[in-house]
């Protein structure tokens, strides 16, 4: 799950009733959602539904299944972009993507891993990768690396393993990229297989006690986790719960990258060390050793 930045105005209110509505009346459990963004969609949807007021929303709701799903789709935000934040991606292009790539050739060609959390359709996870590839085919021995790209939204990740995107999606993409990593469909353009191929789609909740770490890669110790515009929709505490998670899985010296809007979440939370402020990439220090839980 990835999504658009929250706005500044928020509605105000206890939204206990709605909550359970969701749990009680149609099994779903929408508690996780920060009060805020909760308020937003609450409204969006009574907008949309016609109701007169909160009140006639709580009603309508409860009386219909349809709403209950609507509002559970208007939850899982899906929004996202290729090389979404310009800033972000030119310290991972210029800085943290050679470092790691140097330092897995001095480690005699060790894989470079990737996790995309939260990656909607992959355009997160593609983007990383066209820069990895870029990367390979500058150096005589190639590169060895694997993006792991999760998301609960099963129809996401199918769109994802497509890699098939209408043209107005990519606006992001340099025409250097268009040319080399997707091939024209029609009114759309396609990622390559051999840019499909080394990105990994699979279903992993970042709430879910039970796994730290996507279970297709076996193990956490990743060098670069991307997690941008997912943390901020959740209760603080599960923010933190998250980021605890992402963290015990970087490997020594990894790099975590969120978005812009969720950069005071991390230095609060403390633990990792800005790389180049304002830029929402943060790295593991060296010294520290991986959790045992992501293994």
């Known amino acids: 799950m990835a999504g658009a930045e929250i706005g500044d105005t928020v509605p105000n209110g206890n939204h206990q009733d709605i909550l359970q509505i969701m749990e009680h009346g149609h099994g779903l459990d929408v508690s996780r959602y920060h009060e805020s963004f909760l308020g937003q969609t609450l409204e969006r949807r009574r907008q949309a539904t016609g109701s007169q007021d ?8 409860a009386g219909s299944r349809e709403e209950a799903q609507a509002l559970g789709r208007a939850l899982q935000n899906t929004y996202s972009e290729f090389f979404r934040d310009p800033l972000t991606f030119a310290i991972l292009e210029q800085l943290v993507l050679p470092g790691l790539a140097q330092a897995a050739t001095l480690a005699g060609g060790a894989e470079l891993r990737v996790w995309s959390a939260g990656c909607a359709a992959g355009q997160e996870a593609y983007s990383v990768a066209i820069m990895l590839e870029d990367i390979s085919a500058a150096r005589e021995s190639g590169l060895s690396y694997r993006v792991f790209a999760t998301d609960i939204d099963e129809v996401q990740l199918a769109a994802g393993r497509r890699g098939l995107y209408e043209r107005a999606a990519l606006g992001g993409v340099k025409l250097r990229h268009l040319e080399a990593y997707f091939a024209p469909q029609g009114q759309a353009h396609q990622i ?3 840019l499909r191929q080394r990105v990994d789609f699979s279903s992993h909740d970042l709430l879910d006690q039970r796994l730290a770490s ?17 943390l901020f929709y959740y209760r603080p505490a599960l923010q933190r719960a998250m980021l605890d998670k992402l963290t015990r899985c970087l490997a020594p ?21 800005a790389v180049a402020a304002p830029a929402p990439v943060f790295r593991m220090g060296q010294t520290i050793q991986k959790d045992t839980a992501c293994d």
Request: proline content about 6%; overall charge positive; charged content about 15%.
């Open 54 to 61: 909160a009140q006639a929303y709580a009603r309508h709701l």
């Open 214 to 230: 996507p279970p297709a890669s076996i193990y956490g110790g990743f060098d670069l986790i991307l997690c941008g515009n997912l």
């Open 192 to 194: 390559l297989p051999r």
């Open 253 to 273: 010296g990894g790099y975590l990258a969120t978005g812009r809007t969720e950069r005071l979440l991390v230095e609060q939370w403390g633990g990792l060390t």
